[in-house]
């Protein structure tokens, strides 16, 4: 099998990069972009997608789509995005490589830690299923007996292709050794994704995985649709905690891919993010703050983008990728509008000051439970093993 070819569909190697047989001994990195560029550059497609740097034009602000990613160290980043359009759907996602169980490095994948590939790999799976799903409802939508047929099996599929891709990754690096630990986790990611029509936007679906969490923001406030797999799922106390995940899409152990359906009753935003833009913040109402504030000081999507970058670099101490969609306004200037009394509300009902004790934040975070987690509980689907 050539793996090269399916590294550069993953987007974890590029045109500079050869992968040598395992036979043979690894050059150093310097030394293979050299042969490679001149003896084996012609074997590389021209068209394929691949890492960060080849995906810029992705991180172009739409009229209603806001896409950023950033890396703490270039070109070494675990988190990684997908956006997806055809004629009646958008699909927006975040991808977290985990750092932890992931960090082994493999030679095979250029190497690339297995948490870098991981996202990577993730996202052509959805990719791929997005692509095949848009095919299924045209080809099976019309008729009344199977328009229901692609969303009844939608999990089902997303599974199967998301542990098919991590065993292709799982069987570039396999030695004939078992390892060690029956627990070991290789090519760990986590996964937050939704998908809305454009014109119908009754509702969205989200599917995860993993602690990225996936939000709707409407006039009401910050609402956590995705319910984490960790052990601890109170938004405050995993931040004071940080619990272990429960679940995780990987390559060597079972994993559960959830899906939840959420009715829009009124203009909101979506929102996928990695736990980057988060958690490290003083309380979930933070976040909210965070959005709201940029937002208020923004002119368009573009530079709400740039301030939201600029505020979360500040404390975050990890890679962090945000995907927002707020095709439910008419402009940027009506969202503004829309949100300016709720971002007052906040600023004056969650103040957070020098003085702002642990005990006064609890207070807060009690007050504002019950709404920011208003959407977690109902209509959740899980499938996996």
């Given at each position: 099998m050539d793996w090269i070819k399916i590294l550069e569909k993953i987007g974890a190697v590029s045109r500079e990069t050869k992968i040598l047989p395992e036979n043979e001994k690894m050059e150093s990195l310097e030394q293979e972009e050299s042969h490679l560029s001149q003896d084996n550059e012609t074997d590389?497609?021209?068209?394929?997608?691949?890492?960060?740097?080849?995906?810029?034009?992705?991180?172009?602000?739409?009229?209603?789509?806001?896409?950023?990613?950033?890396?703490?160290?270039?070109?070494?980043?675990?988190?990684f995005y997908l956006v997806q359009k055809d004629s009646s759907q958008l699909l927006m996602g975040v991808f977290d490589g985990c750092g932890g169980s992931g960090a082994k490095v493999y030679p095979q994948f250029a190497s690339q830690t297995g948490a870098r590939v991981a996202s990577r790999t993730l996202a052509k799976a959805v990719e791929e299923w997005f692509s095949?799903?848009?095919?299924?409802?045209?080809?099976?939508?019309?008729t009344e007996e199977t328009a229901q047929e692609p969303e009844s099996r939608s999990e089902e599929e997303l599974h199967k292709m998301m542990?098919?891709?991590?065993?292709?990754?799982?069987?570039?690096?396999?030695?004939?050794?078992?390892?060690?630990?029956?627990?070991?986790?290789?090519?760990?990611?986590?996964?937050?994704?939704?998908?809305?029509?454009?014109?119908?936007?009754?509702?969205?679906?989200?599917?995860?995985?993993?602690?990225?969490?996936g939000y709707v923001l409407d006039m009401a406030g910050l609402h956590q649709v995705t319910k984490d797999d960790v052990a601890i799922t109170d938004a405050m106390e995993n931040l004071r905690e940080d619990a272990p995940?429960?679940?995780?899409?990987?390559?060597?152990?079972?994993?559960?891919?959830?899906?939840?359906?959420?009715?829009?009753?009124?203009?909101s935003l979506l929102i996928a993010a990695t736990d980057g833009c988060f958690g490290y913040l003083t309380s979930p109402?933070?976040?909210?703050?965070?959005?709201?504030?940029?937002m208020n000081v923004s002119e368009n999507m573009e530079q709400w983008k740039s301030e939201l970058e600029k505020e979360i670099e500040k404390v975050a101490g990890d890679d962090f990728t945000l995907a927002i969609w707020n095709g439910m306004f008419g402009s940027f200037q009506e969202m503004k509008d829309s949100f300016r009394q709720r971002q007052q509300?906040?600023?004056?009902?969650?103040?957070?000051?020098?003085?702002?004790?642990?005990?006064?934040?609890?207070?807060?975070?009690?007050?504002?439970?019950?709404?920011?987690?208003?959407?977690?509980?109902?209509?959740?689907v899980k499938h996996g093993n």
């Open positions: 590389i497609p021209e068209n394929v997608e691949l890492g960060l740097t080849e995906r810029e034009g992705l991180l172009e602000a739409t009229e209603h789509t806001l896409l950023l990613c950033r890396e703490q160290v270039e070109q070494k980043g675990e988190d095949d799903r848009r095919m299924l409802r045209e080809s099976e939508g019309k542990k098919e891709k991590l065993a292709e990754c799982q069987a570039a690096v396999q030695t004939g050794q078992l390892l060690l630990g029956s627990l070991k986790k290789e090519f760990p990611s986590t996964m937050v994704f939704f998908t809305v029509s454009e014109e119908e936007t009754a509702h969205a679906d989200f599917f995860w995985c993993g602690d990225s969490r995940m429960t679940n995780v899409a990987n390559a060597s152990v079972p994993f559960v891919v959830h899906r939840k359906s959420t009715e829009l009753k009124k203009p109402m933070e976040f909210e703050k965070l959005l709201l504030q940029t509300y906040m600023e004056e009902k969650y103040p957070l000051e020098e003085k702002t004790t642990e005990e006064m934040l609890s207070i807060q975070w009690r007050e504002y439970k019950t709404s920011y987690e208003s959407l977690m509980d109902a209509g959740e």
